[in-house]
């Protein structure tokens, strides 16, 4: 970009320059501030779920995933003020698997802020996590927001702790999806009382954005797309004006708003999820307000694990490049009113394949 | 004597047709059904487990992995025209598919117990839908 742009032109071109990159990982634009030096962008990076098949040997399909996001990651121009990873470095959490994919993360040169998945908690508890990478839930603030990470996937004491005779039973317990003898995420009450303080000091006009692993709010159990006590999250998130939340975990295209709460979610590098809705043996909802994309085209290895970026601007716009799929725009109509897919929000606009099976 | 070996005939007759009853096909009991039943679950619950198995490929993926409760598979919807195949082709192509690609495995034979067994899981997990051959 040359020389000085106004706000617009600046959100404009940014999009469409992340529109021709096609990248497998979120760019996220924030400019709430008047001043130019208040705009600034993260880039998001998700679900890379890294497998250690025996010795120096990984699943390649999804090494390829997370080494695309961060190749392309650093041709992104203007660069992100940092990256967010937003969960599940590891499949079965070990240690081969988190520092394989932290070698690869390497090569990014930013600084990231990490949030922790499932998928790196259920074998050591987070050990190595803490050590080695980040604490599980904090808070910063950079440029005029505010930004929390919460530990969104822990669970009953009873079925962590007494449940499973070893540390690898219970990790691949946790790893099974549709596994009935799971047990949904919650956030629970040492950290929400944590919230709670973090959140005082705040003035309740401040932008909030929070960086969970699963969706703060309740989608379908049997797949644990939910987070028990989300309630009690929304109430302390409630308080502010604009809040925005961003999660990986559904490995899927999923938006929703409720009150001021916008929830947005990124899709994964390793492999795209179906929606809930096509098991049909159980009742379950994906929010009204999402237009699902379309089922991932089996013959093409980085279908359906696309990429999106974000305009955080006076309203949210949402932008999902999906291969080999139409991309979808999510945007607020207008301040106060709730994120619609640009074009296809009305059923009766679209196309076939975004409702068969 | 001729009457004699009528009768005979007759008395032959109706002891087979007798014997036959027993065996007709629509009188089945319910040890039969709960034999039958037991037999398909058995077949279900291993491929179940076959599903959920990292060993039935070479890299450890499963294929619960892509699809949790066998979903997105639409087994229903077999056999259709398979744009990446080139041709119709049944649910135990695709699924032959999948364990060579993202399982990195060797396919499996086209009567290979695990392959039942996976096509019973999958389509019971679907039980109820509409059959919707080639549809896409």
Redesign the interface.
């Known amino acids: 970009m040359k020389g000085r742009i106004t706000r617009r032109a600046f959100l404009k071109e940014a999009g469409l320059l992340t529109a021709a990159a096609a990248l497998p990982l979120g760019l996220v634009n924030v400019a709430w501030g008047k001043k130019p030096t208040d705009r600034f962008t993260f880039a998001y990076i998700s679900d890379c779920h890294i497998?250690?098949?025996r010795g120096t040997e990984f699943?390649?399909?999804f090494d390829k995933g997370l080494q695309r996001a961060v190749l392309e990651l650093s041709f992104l121009d203007p660069q992100p003020d940092f990256v967010v990873f937003g969960g599940d470095l590891a499949q079965l959490g070990k240690v081969a698997e988190l520092e394989h994919g932290l070698e690869m993360l390497k090569g990014v040169t930013l600084p990231i802020k990490w949030v922790i998945g499932e998928h790196d908690y259920y074998l050591d508890l987070g050990e190595y996590w803490q050590k080695h990478i980040s604490p599980l839930h904090y808070s910063f603030d950079h440029k005029g927001v505010h930004f929390v990470v919460l530990n969104s996937i822990l669970t009953d004491d009873d079925w962590t702790h007494n449940r499973w005779p070893t540390a690898e039973e219970r990790m691949h317990q946790m790893a099974?999806?549709?596994n009935p003898h799971g047990s949904p995420f919650m956030v629970k009450r040492e950290q929400l009382a944590w919230l709670k303080q973090d959140l005082a000091k705040i003035p309740r006009t401040t932008p909030l954005i929070v960086l969970s692993h699963s969706p703060l709010y309740k989608i379908f159990k049997?797949?644990n797309f939910w987070t028990d006590d989300a309630e009690a999250v929304q109430a302390q998130l409630k308080q502010f004006r604009s809040v925005k939340v961003f999660h990986g975990h559904v490995h899927q295209v999923l938006y929703n708003q409720l009150g001021p709460i916008t929830f947005n979610a990124f899709m994964a590098t390793a492999?795209?999820?179906?929606y809930?809705v096509?098991?049909?043996?159980l009742p379950n909802k994906v929010p009204e307000l999402t237009v699902f994309m379309n089922?991932a085209?089996?013959?093409k290895e980085r279908d359906g694990t696309g990429w999106g970026s974000v305009q955080v601007a006076d309203g949210l716009v949402h932008h999902y490049e999906l291969w080999e799929n139409s991309p979808r725009t999510v945007r607020s109509p207008g301040a106060g009113k709730r994120p619609e897919d640009t074009v296809y929000q009305d059923p009766a606009k679209r196309i076939p394949p975004q409702t068969?099976? | 004597m001729a009457m004699r070996a009528l009768l005979a005939a007759l008395l032959g007759l109706a002891v087979t047709f007798g014997s036959l009853a027993v065996a007709r096909a629509d009188e089945f009991t319910k040890d039969d059904l709960k034999k039958w039943n037991d037999a398909f679950t058995a077949v279900r619950q291993e491929g179940e487990k076959v599903f959920?198995s990292s060993t039935l490929g070479?890299?450890?993926?499963s294929c619960?992995?892509?699809?949790?409760?066998a979903?997105?598979t639409?087994p229903e919807?077999y056999p259709k025209f398979q744009k990446?195949l080139g041709k119709v082709v049944g649910l135990r192509d695709m699924i032959n598919?999948?364990i060579q690609?993202?399982l990195q495995g060797t396919p499996l034979a086209l009567d290979d117990p695990q392959l039942i067994a996976l096509e019973a899981y999958i389509t019971w997990?679907?039980?109820?839908?509409k059959l919707a051959p080639g549809?896409?």
Request: hydrophobic letters at 25%; a positive charge; one cysteine or more.
């Open positions: 497998t250690q098949i699943v390649a399909n099974r999806l549709d049997p797949w492999w795209p999820w179906p809930p096509t098991y049909s043996q089922r085209d089996p013959f068969h099976y | 959920h070479k890299n450890s993926v619960d992995m892509c699809h949790p409760h979903a997105n639409h919807t990446q598919w999948c690609n993202p997990e679907r039980r109820g839908v549809k896409h």
